[in-house]
């Protein structure tokens, strides 16, 4: 796993609820102002339909399957990238 994206999600997740957080002074109730049900459903629901539209089926899969990468570590071959540099 890749500890710079689980980094990065991390922190920009954490640093979005504790703007919120500081904002309306850490009251729950108050910190619910900015969750509202149907922007949420307008959000999420338009950009998949946006994405289903204008993806073919099997890119959208290849493209889902893909986010995997992010989460694993990368293939090093330090050999064949030397080799390949001298090559060129």
Do not use: E
Not at 63 to 79: A, C, E, V, Y
């Amino acid at each position: 796993m890749d500890l710079g994206s689980v980094l990065g999600a991390t922190f920009s997740i954490g640093f979005m609820i504790l703007s919120l957080m500081i904002t309306v002074g850490f009251d729950m109730p108050a910190l619910m102002a900015y969750v509202d049900g149907p922007s949420i459903l307008i959000t999420f629901g338009g950009s998949i339909g946006s994405i289903l539209w204008g993806l073919p089926l099997d890119r959208l899969i290849t493209g889902l399957k893909s986010i995997t990468l992010t989460f694993t570590p990368p293939k090093l071959d330090p050999k064949g990238a030397i080799a390949n540099i001298i090559q060129l």
